[in-house]
C-alpha cells in the first residue's frame, strides 16, 4: 500500500488574529561513500525549541512514525536495513496509552544502501513525519543524490527533480540550544534512575529465591569460621560482595559493547524480537512454574568450584561466580528478562540494570557478614521461597503477552486486541490469587495445611487487583495499568461495551444523515466537506471545520477535556454542523481526483492530502488543531482559533461566532 505523501511542514501562529507559516524544522543532507556498491546518506535535522519529531520506532497508536521512502529503488539500489538514528527521548503518553520515542533539537538519520544497477546515478529519498508541540505538522520533504558527483539536493516538489552536479554538499552544524541538551540529560538520568530502581527490586526478588537464599548463612558462616579475625571475616565477606557485583556489570558491560548502546532500541518495536521475547518469558515462566529447570551445565559448576578453592581474592571472586551458576535456575529468568528490557532503552541502561541487581544480591552478604547476630532474625528456608519462585513465574508469564502485544500492534492483526488482553491478565491473576490462597497446589510445593498471614494478604492483594481489572472489558480506562494492556481505540468496543460510545444500533444509525458519522461523546460529524456544507445548509445552522489527525494529541485533549464540557457539547451537538477532515488519513483518492496542489507544487494523493491541501491554501496554515466557524456562504464568522485547552475562552469562541450567524 503506497505510504502518504504528506504535506511540508508548517507552523500556525496567530497575530492578531491571522495565521502565519514558519517552519520549526530544518533539514540538511550529504552523502558519503562506503565502497565501489555502498553509500551512506546522511540527514540532519535541527528541530525549533519545544517541538518534538516522531522516531521511525515510536510505538504504533501514537504520534505518525518518521517514514524514508525510495522513490527510484526498484532494480537500482536497496536500502540496508532500517535507518540509524541518532538518540531519542521516551516518553509515555496518556492520551494514546503508549510509549513514544521523538527527537528533540536535532535529529540525524544515516541509511546505508547498496547498489545494484551501476548506470543508475541518482537516488531519490521522500522523508515523511511529523513534528508537534500545541499543534502537530505533517512534514515531507524529498533529497536527489548524485551518486556520480556526490552531492545531494533538497527538492521542494516531487515534479522538481532536478539534479545540478554543482550543488556543494550539505554540511550539518549544530544549532542546537544548550537549554535543549540539558533537558535531555535530565531525561536520560531520570530513565537510568528508574532502570536501578527495578533492577534492585528485581534483585531483591531473586534474593528470595530458593537458589539464593539458604546460600546466605551458608556463606556468611564460612567467610566467619574460615577467617582469622573478625575483621578479616568481613573484609572477605565486602570483597564477595563486590565481587558479585562485578560478576553483573561485566554482563550488562558485553551486553551493550556485543549489541551497540541503541542497537536493542531498535529491536524493541521488531515484531519478530516482541514475538521472540514472548517466547521466551512463557519458558521462563514454565520454568518457575514447576515444568523443569533452566540450568547450566554441571560441569561450570565443578570447574569454578576448585578455582574457588585457590583462596584469596582470586579464590573469593570464583566463590562469586559458583553463586552465579548455581543459582543460574532462579536467577536466570530474572536476569534475562531484565536484561533484554534495559537494553531496549539503550546506553548503558544495561551496565545500569546490572549495577542495581547486583547489587541487591550482594548486599546481604555483606551486612550480614558484619552483623552475624542478624542471621538468628533470618526466617527459615522452607516452602514460602517456591511461593515466591511461583509468583514471580505469574508475573513473567502476564508480562510476557505485553510483548505478544506488541507485535500485534504493529501488525495491526487484531489477535489480542484490549479485551482479549484483559481477559487473559484476569484469568492469569485470578489463578495467582487462589495458588495463594491454597486452593491450587504446583509440582514442587511443599504440603500446606495452612497459610501466613503474609500469603492471606498477598492473596487479598492480588484478588483486588483481579477484580479490579474487571471493568475494563467494559470499557474502564484502567489507569492503574495504563500502558500494558492495548489502547482502548485497539478493541472490539472502543468507546466501551454498552456504555454510550460510538457503537450504534441499526435503528439509530438510520437517523444520521448522509454521510456522517458519530465521533467524540457521540457529536455527529462529517468527514467530507462538500457533504457537511450542503447539509448545513438544509438544516440552516453555521459550520465548524475541524482540521484534525488521528495521530494529533491535542487534538485528542480538546475532544476529552474541553468538548465533554456540558455547555461545549450542547452547542456542538445542536447548534452547529461538525466537520471533520483528517489530514494524516490514508486512504488513496481515486485517480481521478489526484491532483497537483497550486499552493505547494505537491501530490495530492491521499484524502489527508486533499484535507491538508484545503487548509493551507484557504486558510494559510497546516497544524492540527485548527478550528474555523463558517457561515452558509463559507465566510468565516470571527477568526479561526488552534489549540486552545481553556473551557471558557473556547466557549466564548463558540458562542461569538454563532451570534454572528444570527445576525
Given at each position: 500500500?503506497?505510504?502518504?505523501?504528506?504535506?511540508?511542514?508548517?507552523?500556525?501562529?496567530?497575530?492578531?488574529?491571522?495565521?502565519?507559516?514558519?517552519?520549526?524544522?530544518?533539514?540538511?543532507?550529504?552523502?558519503?561513500?562506503?565502497?565501489?556498491?555502498?553509500?551512506?546518506?546522511?540527514?540532519?535535522?535541527?528541530?525549533?525549541?519545544?517541538?518534538?519529531?516522531?522516531?521511525?520506532?515510536?510505538?504504533?497508536?501514537?504520534?505518525?512514525?518518521?517514514?524514508?521512502?525510495?522513490?527510484?529503488?526498484?532494480?537500482?539500489?536497496?536500502?540496508?536495513?532500517?535507518?540509524?538514528?541518532?538518540?531519542?527521548?521516551?516518553?509515555?503518553?496518556?492520551?494514546?496509552?503508549?510509549?513514544?520515542?521523538?527527537?528533540?533539537?536535532?535529529?540525524?538519520?544515516?541509511?546505508?544502501?547498496?547498489?545494484?544497477?551501476?548506470?543508475?546515478?541518482?537516488?531519490?529519498?521522500?522523508?515523511?513525519?511529523?513534528?508537534?508541540?500545541?499543534?502537530?505538522?505533517?512534514?515531507?520533504?524529498?533529497?536527489?543524490?548524485?551518486?556520480?558527483?556526490?552531492?545531494?539536493?533538497?527538492?521542494?516538489?516531487?515534479?522538481?527533480?532536478?539534479?545540478?552536479?554543482?550543488?556543494?554538499?550539505?554540511?550539518?552544524?549544530?544549532?542546537?540550544?544548550?537549554?535543549?541538551?540539558?533537558?535531555?540529560?535530565?531525561?536520560?538520568?531520570?530513565?537510568?534512575?528508574?532502570?536501578?530502581?527495578?533492577?534492585?527490586?528485581?534483585?531483591?526478588?531473586?534474593?528470595?529465591?530458593?537458589?539464593?537464599?539458604?546460600?546466605?548463612?551458608?556463606?556468611?558462616?564460612?567467610?566467619?569460621?574460615?577467617?582469622?579475625?573478625?575483621?578479616?571475616?568481613?573484609?572477605?565477606?565486602?570483597?564477595?560482595?563486590?565481587?558479585?557485583?562485578?560478576?553483573?556489570?561485566?554482563?550488562?558491560?558485553?551486553?551493550?559493547?556485543?549489541?551497540?548502546?541503541?542497537?536493542?532500541?531498535?529491536?524493541?518495536?521488531?515484531?519478530?524480537?516482541?514475538?521472540?521475547?514472548?517466547?521466551?518469558?512463557?519458558?521462563?515462566?514454565?520454568?518457575?512454574?514447576?515444568?523443569?529447570?533452566?540450568?547450566?551445565?554441571?560441569?561450570?559448576?565443578?570447574?569454578?568450584?576448585?578455582?574457588?578453592?585457590?583462596?584469596?581474592?582470586?579464590?573469593?571472586?570464583?566463590?562469586?561466580?559458583?553463586?552465579?551458576?548455581?543459582?543460574?535456575?532462579?536467577?536466570?529468568?530474572?536476569?534475562?528478562?531484565?536484561?533484554?528490557?534495559?537494553?531496549?532503552?539503550?546506553?548503558?541502561?544495561?551496565?545500569?540494570?546490572?549495577?542495581?541487581?547486583?547489587?541487591?544480591?550482594?548486599?546481604?552478604?555483606?551486612?550480614?557478614?558484619?552483623?552475624?547476630?542478624?542471621?538468628?532474625?533470618?526466617?527459615?528456608?522452607?516452602?514460602?521461597?517456591?511461593?515466591?519462585?511461583?509468583?514471580?513465574?505469574?508475573?513473567?508469564?502476564?508480562?510476557?503477552?505485553?510483548?505478544?502485544?506488541?507485535?500485534?500492534?504493529?501488525?495491526?492483526?487484531?489477535?489480542?486486541?484490549?479485551?482479549?488482553?484483559?481477559?487473559?491478565?484476569?484469568?492469569?491473576?485470578?489463578?495467582?490469587?487462589?495458588?495463594?490462597?491454597?486452593?491450587?497446589?504446583?509440582?514442587?510445593?511443599?504440603p500446606l495445611q495452612s497459610i501466613s498471614v503474609g500469603r492471606l494478604f498477598m492473596g487479598l492483594l492480588t484478588?483486588?487487583?483481579?477484580?479490579?481489572?474487571?471493568?475494563?472489558?467494559?470499557?474502564?480506562?484502567?489507569?492503574?495499568?495504563?500502558?500494558?494492556?492495548?489502547?482502548?481505540?485497539?478493541?472490539?468496543?472502543?468507546?466501551?461495551?454498552?456504555?454510550?460510545?460510538?457503537?450504534?444500533?441499526?435503528?439509530?444509525?438510520?437517523?444520521?444523515?448522509?454521510?456522517?458519522?458519530?465521533?467524540?461523546?457521540?457529536?455527529?460529524?462529517?468527514?467530507?466537506?462538500?457533504?457537511?456544507?450542503?447539509?448545513?445548509?438544509?438544516?440552516?445552522?453555521?459550520?465548524?471545520?475541524?482540521?484534525?489527525?488521528?495521530?494529533?494529541?491535542?487534538?485528542?485533549?480538546?475532544?476529552?477535556?474541553?468538548?465533554?464540557?456540558?455547555?461545549?457539547?450542547?452547542?456542538?451537538?445542536?447548534?452547529?454542523?461538525?466537520?471533520?477532515?483528517?489530514?494524516?488519513?490514508?486512504?488513496?483518492?481515486?485517480?481521478?481526483?489526484?491532483?497537483?496542489?497550486?499552493?505547494?507544487?505537491?501530490?495530492?494523493?491521499?484524502?489527508?492530502?486533499?484535507?491538508?491541501?484545503?487548509?493551507?491554501?484557504?486558510?494559510k496554515a497546516n497544524a492540527q488543531p485548527y478550528y474555523v466557524l463558517i457561515n452558509l456562504e463559507e465566510e468565516?464568522?470571527?477568526?479561526?482559533?488552534?489549540?486552545?485547552?481553556?473551557?471558557?475562552?473556547?466557549?466564548?469562541?463558540?458562542?461569538?461566532?454563532?451570534?454572528?450567524?444570527?445576525?
Amino acid at each position: 500500500m503506497k505510504k502518504t505523501a504528506l504535506l511540508f511542514f508548517l507552523l500556525l501562529s496567530f497575530i492578531a488574529g491571522k495565521a502565519q507559516i514558519i517552519e520549526p524544522v530544518k533539514w540538511t543532507s550529504k552523502i558519503e561513500k562506503k565502497s565501489d556498491t555502498e553509500y551512506v546518506l546522511i540527514f540532519n535535522a535541527t528541530i525549533e525549541e519545544n517541538w518534538h519529531m516522531y522516531s521511525q520506532f515510536s510505538a504504533d497508536g501514537g504520534g505518525l512514525p518518521l517514514e524514508v521512502e525510495f522513490n527510484n529503488a526498484e532494480n537500482n539500489f536497496e536500502a540496508v536495513g532500517k535507518a540509524e538514528e541518532s538518540e531519542t527521548h521516551k516518553e509515555y503518553n496518556d492520551i494514546f496509552e503508549v510509549e513514544e520515542t521523538f527527537f528533540s533539537n536535532k535529529a540525524e538519520l544515516k541509511q546505508t544502501i547498496k547498489v545494484s544497477n551501476p548506470d543508475n546515478t541518482i537516488v531519490q529519498v521522500g522523508l515523511y513525519y511529523q513534528v508537534c508541540k500545541e499543534s502537530c505538522i505533517q512534514g515531507e520533504n524529498l533529497f536527489v543524490f548524485n551518486l556520480k558527483e556526490l552531492t545531494s539536493q533538497e527538492v521542494k516538489s516531487f515534479e522538481e527533480i532536478i539534479v545540478q552536479p554543482e550543488t556543494n554538499k550539505s554540511e550539518v552544524k549544530d544549532s542546537s540550544p544548550a537549554t535543549g541538551d540539558d533537558n535531555k540529560k535530565k531525561d536520560d538520568e531520570r530513565g537510568l534512575f528508574t532502570i536501578f530502581i527495578i533492577a534492585f527490586f528485581s534483585g531483591f526478588a531473586a534474593l528470595l529465591t530458593p537458589c539464593v537464599f539458604p546460600m546466605i548463612p551458608m556463606t556468611v558462616s564460612f567467610f566467619t569460621k574460615q577467617s582469622k579475625t573478625k575483621a578479616a571475616g568481613i573484609k572477605n565477606a565486602f570483597i564477595y560482595g563486590i565481587s558479585i557485583i562485578v560478576i553483573y556489570v561485566v554482563l550488562g558491560s558485553l551486553v551493550t559493547a556485543i549489541f551497540g548502546a541503541d542497537a536493542l532500541n531498535a529491536l524493541s518495536t521488531n515484531v519478530i524480537f516482541n514475538i521472540a521475547f514472548f517466547v521466551l518469558l512463557v519458558v521462563f515462566a514454565s520454568s518457575f512454574l514447576g515444568a523443569f529447570e533452566i540450568m547450566l551445565p554441571n560441569s561450570w559448576a565443578n570447574k569454578v568450584d576448585r578455582q574457588a578453592d585457590r583462596g584469596g581474592i582470586i579464590g573469593i571472586l570464583f566463590m562469586a561466580l559458583a553463586l552465579a551458576i548455581v543459582s543460574f535456575s532462579c536467577t536466570g529468568p530474572i536476569v534475562g528478562t531484565l536484561l533484554v528490557e534495559a537494553a531496549s532503552k539503550g546506553g548503558i541502561a544495561p551496565i545500569v540494570g546490572m549495577f542495581g541487581f547486583s547489587l541487591a544480591l550482594a548486599l546481604p552478604f555483606m551486612l550480614f557478614a558484619m552483623f552475624p547476630g542478624w542471621l538468628n532474625s533470618l526466617p527459615k528456608s522452607g516452602g514460602w521461597l517456591n511461593t515466591v519462585k511461583v509468583f514471580l513465574g505469574f508475573l513473567e508469564l502476564a508480562f510476557a503477552f505485553k510483548f505478544l502485544s506488541n507485535a500485534d500492534l504493529v501488525l495491526q492483526m487484531h489477535i489480542l486486541e484490549r479485551e482479549t488482553f484483559l481477559a487473559i491478565w484476569i484469568a492469569v491473576f485470578g489463578v495467582l490469587s487462589l495458588y495463594l490462597f491454597g486452593k491450587i497446589t504446583l509440582p514442587h510445593d511443599s504440603p500446606l495445611q495452612s497459610i501466613s498471614v503474609g500469603r492471606l494478604f498477598m492473596g487479598l492483594l492480588t484478588l483486588t487487583f483481579t477484580i479490579y481489572l474487571i471493568p475494563g472489558l467494559w470499557g474502564a480506562p484502567l489507569k492503574l495499568i495504563s500502558g500494558f494492556p492495548p489502547p482502548m481505540h485497539y478493541s472490539e468496543s472502543p468507546h466501551g461495551f454498552g456504555g454510550g460510545g460510538a457503537v450504534v444500533s441499526s435503528s439509530e444509525d438510520t437517523k444520521l444523515p448522509k454521510g456522517a458519522k458519530l465521533g467524540a461523546h457521540n457529536i455527529i460529524a462529517f468527514e467530507d466537506y462538500a457533504e457537511g456544507l450542503a447539509y448545513a445548509k438544509e438544516v440552516n445552522k453555521p459550520v465548524m471545520i475541524d482540521f484534525t489527525g488521528y495521530a494529533c494529541v491535542n487534538c485528542r485533549k480538546m475532544e476529552d477535556y474541553v468538548w465533554s464540557d456540558e455547555r461545549i457539547m450542547s452547542i456542538l451537538k445542536n447548534d452547529i454542523v461538525l466537520i471533520s477532515l483528517y489530514v494524516d488519513y490514508k486512504k488513496e483518492l481515486p485517480e481521478s481526483e489526484k491532483y497537483i496542489s497550486e499552493t505547494t507544487g505537491k501530490k495530492i494523493e491521499t484524502i489527508g492530502n486533499k484535507w491538508s491541501d484545503f487548509e493551507i491554501t484557504r486558510y494559510k496554515a497546516n497544524a492540527q488543531p485548527y478550528y474555523v466557524l463558517i457561515n452558509l456562504e463559507e465566510e468565516n464568522l470571527n477568526d479561526p482559533v488552534g489549540y486552545t485547552p481553556d473551557v471558557e475562552e473556547y466557549l466564548e469562541w463558540l458562542q461569538s461566532g454563532i451570534a454572528n450567524f444570527e445576525k
